[in-house]
């Protein structure tokens, strides 16, 4: 018959406790996904966060200190969706470089045109708080220097004269198919037509590129 020691118990305490713990901060993170992207951050408080994740307001402030911190955290889950969505793209066309800069964009095009879209999360964001220096402001400027980053990346590869320019081109094309899906809505003449202005702008972009591969 095995011995039960004194330490096993606590030791099967601590790891349930670590457990319950990263079941509720997952929890929370979901139900702060749903609340936010829906409806924003400043129309809904930590209440209903709480009431959503089906927890109690504790098991909330043992994972986040504040609701700023609650707001970081859901910005950081939607950074990395989103870099593993534009790098899902770009990998559909390995070594193509201009093909990916379009598939990206048909990509999120796609998905703009869910019914349930509410937009860039970021963009959102940025419309809620106008101080630059919040926390929330700064998740922000993490995720659109990655974008940019990138797009610049890609669109060097592609041999564009200028990838600079081509890239801020995209950035702004990227962010009107975030405006114009809650504009004109999903399926929208202007939402579909944004893979073929980027088709316009890197042909355009990598027209020297192709003169010198031609010559």
């Not at 209903?48 to 307001?57: C, F, S, T, Y």
């Not at 970081?72 to 990916?100: N, T």
């Not at 379009?102 to 045109?113: G, I, M, P, T």
Request: contains cysteine; proline residues 5%; charged residues 25%.
């Amino acid at each position: 018959m095995t011995r039960v020691t004194s330490d096993q118990p606590k030791t099967a305490a601590r790891r349930n406790a670590r457990t319950d713990a990263a079941t509720a901060q997952e929890q929370l993170l979901d139900a702060a996904q749903e609340l936010f992207y829906r409806d924003g951050i400043r129309a809904i408080g930590v209440d209903a966060v709480v009431e959503r994740a089906g927890v109690n307001k504790m098991s909330l402030y043992r994972q986040f200190a504040s609701k700023d911190e609650l707001v970081v955290a859901y910005l950081e889950r939607m950074d990395e969706r989103f870099r593993r969505r534009f790098e899902a793209s770009v990998a559909k066309h390995p070594g193509e470089p201009a093909k990916q800069l379009v598939q990206a964009l048909e990509d999120l095009v796609k998905r703009a045109s869910s019914p349930d879209y509410r937009g860039c999360p970021f963009v959102n964001i940025a419309c809620e708080f106008g101080d630059p220096a919040h926390p929330a402001r700064q998740s922000v400027e993490r995720n659109k220097s990655y974008l940019m980053t990138r797009l610049v990346e890609i669109s060097t590869a592609a041999g564009a004269d200028n990838p600079v320019e081509l890239a801020e081109s995209l950035a702004l094309l990227v962010d009107g198919i975030y405006a114009t899906s809650q504009t004109y809505g999903p399926g929208s003449g202007p939402l579909l037509a944004a893979p073929r202005i980027a088709r316009t702008l890197i042909a355009a972009a990598c027209a020297g590129h192709r003169k010198q591969e031609d010559s």
